[in-house]
C-alpha cells in the first residue's frame, strides 16, 4: 500500500475505533492512532495466527485488523492517562464546579 492509503486507512479505523472505545482524540491523533494500531494489528495477526493481514487496502482484513489494532491502542492510552488523570482529580480537592 502506499502512503496514501496507509493515512486513509488509519484516519478512518482511528475514527471507528474512537467511537468503539467512547475517546475523541481528533483527526490528526486518530490517524496515527489508526496507522501504528493497523501497524499492531498487523503484528499481532503475524504473530499469533501466522497471517499477513495488511496486503491490500480494498481486503477486509486489513480493515478489520487496523480497527481492532487501533482499539487495542486506544484501550492501552486510556488505561495509562486515565489512572493519572484520575488520581490529579482527586488532589485538586471536590471545592471547583465543573461545567
Known amino acids: ?9 488509519g484516519l478512518v479505523a482511528g475514527l471507528i475505533a474512537e467511537r468503539v472505545t467512547g475517546q475523541r482524540t481528533g483527526w490528526v491523533l486518530a490517524g ?3 496507522i501504528v494500531g493497523a501497524l499492531l494489528g498487523g503484528w499481532l495477526a503475524k504473530v499469533v495466527f501466522h497471517v499477513h493481514s495488511l496486503n ?4 477486509l482484513s486489513t480493515w478489520v485488523t487496523a480497527i481492532i489494532g487501533s482499539v487495542i491502542l486506544l484501550v492501552i492510552v486510556q488505561v495509562v492517562t486515565g489512572n493519572r488523570s ?14
Open 1 to 9: 500500500m502506499g502512503i496514501i492509503a496507509w493515512i486513509v486507512l
Open 32 to 34: 496515527i492512532t489508526g
Open 56 to 59: 491490500n487496502f480494498f481486503n
Open 86 to 99: 484520575h488520581s490529579q482529580n482527586h488532589s485538586r480537592g471536590r471545592s471547583r464546579a465543573r461545567f
